[in-house]
T-cell receptor, first 112, second 113 residues
Framework: DAKTTQPPSMDCAEGRAANLPCNHSTISGNEYVYWYRQIHSQGPQYIIHGLKNNETNEMASLIITEDRKSSTLILPHATLRDTAVYYCIVRVALAGGFKTIFGAGTRLFVKA | GAVVSQHPSRVICKSGTSVKIECRSLDFQATTMFWYRQFPKKSLMLMATSNEGSKATYEQGVEKDKFLINHASLTLSTLTVTSAHPEDSSFYIC?????????FGPGTRLLVL
């Protein structure tokens, strides 16, 4: 089972910041939070990941609460091309590795 | 970022035939690859974890004799859908692990007539 919950859909105006929340209240101390997005009919695209510190890259920022039970992905200036399904993922550890279980994700609509 | 390719991108086959889908990591070696399937407007469902040089680990409910996985090298994993039926029509996506990050292929759309 996916270990995260996200709102099913969100709207955002073009040029504004898109803030996508994610709850992961059962996260373990050594588990990372990953964000991917999937544009229609394509494979998922890696966005960002973090453990407990906030992270920023050229695509987005990731804000993780101090108790690590939730996080927010921020797209600072959303464009129409950011319309996609965004998945927040906590990986499930395996012996010698991990597996990634996808939840339902958040469908983000960026509107002009 | 790391690149993962899939071939073919789409395939149409007759019911009862077998279809092979290839997944390649183009600029890194991947000891672990994953196979997912996705139905329209649904999330990705993990089918199996493929480990180079050993048998794949299948998720509960996935028939290992139906979906044959071979991870013969550090850059190639194949998924063969055997005796395909219309209900096997789906979007199949592979991914490869590069360190702590997982990168996804563009997907293969399978249509079984």
């Amino acid at each position: 089972d996916a270990k995260t919950t996200q709102p099913p859909s969100m709207d955002c105006a073009e040029g504004r910041a898109a803030n996508l929340p994610c709850n992961h209240s059962t996260i373990s101390g050594n588990e990372y939070v990953y964000w991917y997005r999937q544009i229609h009919s394509q494979g998922p695209q890696y966005i960002i990941h973090g453990l407990k510190n906030n992270e920023t890259n050229e695509m987005a920022s990731l804000i993780i609460t101090e108790d690590r039970k939730s996080s927010t992905l921020i797209l600072p200036h959303a464009t129409l091309r950011d319309t996609a399904v965004y998945y927040c993922i906590v990986r499930v550890a395996l012996a010698g590795g991990f597996k990634t279980i996808f939840g339902a994700g958040t469908r983000l609509f960026v509107k002009a | 970022g790391a690149v993962v390719s899939q071939h073919p991108s789409r395939v149409i086959c007759k019911s009862g035939t077998s279809v092979k889908i290839e997944c390649r990591s183009l600029d890194f070696q991947a000891t672990t690859m994953f196979w997912y399937r996705q139905f329209p407007k649904k999330s990705l469902m993990l089918m199996a974890t493929s480990n180079e040089g050993s048998k794949a680990t299948y998720e509960q409910g996935v028939e290992k004799d139906k979906f044959l996985i071979n991870h013969a090298s550090l850059t190639l994993s194949t998924l063969t859908v055997t005796s395909a039926h219309p209900e096997d029509s789906s979007f199949y996506i592979c991914s490869a692990r590069n360190g702590e990050t997982q990168y996804f292929g563009p997907g293969t759309r399978l249509l079984v007539l």
